[in-house]
T-cell receptor
């Protein structure tokens, strides 16, 4: 069983489109995150939810909107996609401060 | 100044040698420290975490923490070609709580040559 699963794995779309990425964890963790990894491998936090409550909202364009229907699920919706949004998006979960379990990532390419 | 800085790579060591990866952080209040390994095209995988000053060993891996110097390192003994990956240092402000976030360094790419 995959601990943190993300779909889709690859996403190629045109500028201006709207897309969503879904994440689910079966670890029973309370906290989930979205991170963006750019082409230079730098991981930057975008959002964090603890038990469905948004606790971290970094400086991210309003076009990005996370949603957590329950503590096992965290989705990311992106409106009006831009070229600069191309990156790998990782979902992660954690319990206390024992480190993250990452999903397999979604490689988003905006053309 | 970056919040978390790692020694610039790439780092290349021969098989069987000790690989030493270094990381410094700027927030003196940081409490939790992590090392992740990321193979090319894969997601980061947690390999070590450390909270207290000193050394923590797990198999061939040793994490070292010096909070006074704001320095954390990872030693890989008897390096194997399968250790070739990018190693990410991460720092978090709390222990035993879900509050806060991990801040990552840029990563150091390690190549172990047979």
């Amino acid at each position: 069983d995959t601990a943190v699963s993300q779909t889709p794995k690859y996403l190629v779309t045109q500028m201006g489109n709207d897309k969503s990425i879904k994440c689910e964890q079966n670890l029973g963790h309370d906290t989930m995150y979205w991170y963006k990894q750019d082409s230079k491998k730098f991981l930057k936090i975008m959002f964090s939810y603890n038990n469905k409550e948004l606790i971290i909202n970094e400086t991210v364009p309003n076009r990005f909107s996370p949603k957590s229907p329950d503590k096992a699920h965290l989705n990311l919706h992106i409106n009006s996609l831009e070229l600069g949004d191309s990156a790998v998006y990782f979902c992660a979960s954690s319990q206390n401060s024992y480190g993250y379990t990452f999903g397999s990532g979604t490689r988003l390419t905006v053309v | 100044q970056k919040e978390v800085e790692q020694n610039s790579g790439p780092l290349s060591v021969p098989e069987g040698a000790i690989a030493s990866l270094n990381c410094t952080y700027s927030d003196r209040g940081s409490q939790s420290f992590f090392w992740y390994r990321q193979y090319s095209g894969k997601s980061p995988e947690l390999i070590m975490f450390i909270y207290s000053n000193g050394d923590k060993e797990d198999g061939r891996f040793t994490a070292q923490l010096n909070k006074a110097s704001q320095y954390v390192s990872l030693l890989i003994r008897d390096s194997q070609p399968s250790d070739s990956a990018t190693y990410l240092c991460a720092v978090a402000p709390f222990v035993n709580t879900n509050a806060g976030k991990s801040t990552f360094g840029d990563g150091t790419t390690l190549t172990v040559k047979p």
